[in-house]
Every structure is written in C-alpha cells, then in structure tokens.
C-alpha cells in the first residue's frame, strides 16, 4: 500500500543529544513536510522540500535540521540546539509541489520526549 | 502573517445530533484556500473538506458541510447525523493561493467529544 511511513513511532533525548526522525513516502510525490505538534495548538512548519537536494526553513526551524538526497525520503534532526524537543512530530508529502490544489497527505507521526 | 483562531477548545454533541466548530482567520490576501482536519485518537491527519475562497458556494461532504463567510473572515464547519466515530480533534486550516508548497497554518484545535 502506498503511503508515509515514519519511524520510530516513541523516541527519547537525552540533554545535548541529537537525534533524527524518518520520515520516508512510496507515492512518488515531489514535495515533502515536517509539522510540529504541541499539546493545545496546532501543527507548525518546521521544514519543507519541494525537489530533491533542496529546502526551505519553515516558521520554526531554529534548532533543527533536514536533508533530502532522495525523493522518497526527508529526515529530520533534532539538535541539541533545540531547547524544548518535546512535541508529536508529523511528516507529509504532496504530488506536486507548485500545484494550487494539492493534497497534503500525512503520517502517523513521532512522539518525541526528553529524558 | 496569517493566523487561524479556534475558539472552541472543547464541544460535546449527542449521537445523530448536529454540531458546528468554529473557525476565524486574518489575512490581507484574497485568494486562498481553507481546510478543516481530523484527529483521530490514532493522531493521523485527515482531511475532512477544503474550501477555495473565490467559490462563493459552500464546501460540502456528506455529512460536513462549511458556512464560509468571506467578509467575516469565518469558516465553519457543521457535522450533521454526528456518528461515536466524529469523535476526534478537528483543526482549521489557512493556505495561500499563490504559494509553490502547502505551507498550511493551523488554528489550536476543537475536541469534539459524541456522547452516545
């Protein structure tokens, strides 16, 4: 089946450690996202891609960072920059980048908790 | 920069009643797009019905509809013949028309609770 897979679905830091999120789709879709979620808000862009080898900071991406040498996959690092890690981290992906009517497809998500 | 406030942090409903969320934005843009997302218990996103704000007519999907009223910058989201699976985390969403990517803003969230 065709889809967004993220793993792991439970992740733990350590203080002063980083650690990377997967995030990996097999739909063929050019661009891809990471959201953030914290408890009684929304999600927030942290990045985005729209081609491979390519990318763009969201509203908050201070304190992490991304790479995308492949199309199917966009993971996202966590440093030891980022201060409150703690939050449910979505990825999603959509067909075409520059298309008005796009639909964003997301999944399952990361549970990120600091020890 | 655009914002989106829910102001309905929690909503109860009985089962097969009907039930409307609240949503506001502000942007200076007069093209764009507005969504209304789910939340189940499981936490996957899902996209319940969109809006193109230079449709005048109202988004419908079965049983959700919207009451996009443009000049007061509100967009609704009404569930009808509300069913125990409703029940979830919904989210109003805000998009720029002329953006390459979906870079979406999201409100804070409504749960809806459906009481049986």
């Known amino acids: 089946d065709g889809g967004i897979t993220q793993s792991p679905k439970y992740l733990f830091r350590k203080e002063g450690q980083n650690v990377t999120l997967s995030c990996e789709q097999n739909l063929n879709h050019d661009a891809m996202y990471w959201y953030r979620q914290d408890p009684g808000q929304g999600l927030r862009l942290i990045y985005y891609s729209q081609i491979v080898n390519d990318f763009q900071k969201g509203d908050i991406a201070e304190g992490y960072s991304v790479s995308r040498e492949k199309k199917e996959s966009f993971p996202l690092t966590v440093t030891s920059a980022q201060k409150n890690p703690t939050a449910f981290y979505l990825c999603?992906?959509?067909?075409?980048?520059?298309?008005?009517?796009?639909?964003?497809?997301f999944g399952s998500g990361t549970q990120l908790s600091v020890l | 920069a655009q914002t989106v406030t829910q102001s309905q942090p929690e909503m109860s409903v009985q089962e097969a009643e009907t039930v409307t969320l609240s949503c506001t934005y502000d942007?200076?843009?007069?093209?764009?797009?507005l969504f209304w997302y789910k939340q189940p218990p499981s936490r996957q996103m899902i996209l319940v019905i969109r809006q193109e704000a230079y449709k005048q007519q109202n988004a419908t999907e079965n049983r959700f509809s919207v009451n996009f009223q443009k000049a007061a910058k509100s967009f609704s989201l009404k569930i009808s013949d509300s069913q125990l699976g409703d029940a979830a985390m919904y989210f109003c969403?805000?998009?720029?028309?002329?953006?390459?990517?979906?870079?979406?803003?999201f409100g804070q969230g409504t749960r809806l609770t459906i009481n049986p």
């Open positions: 942007t200076s843009e007069s093209d764009y797009y």
């Open positions: 969403a805000y998009r720029e028309r002329n953006q390459g990517a979906q870079k979406l803003v």
């Open positions: 999603a992906s959509s067909q075409y980048a520059g298309r008005y009517n796009e639909k964003l497809f």
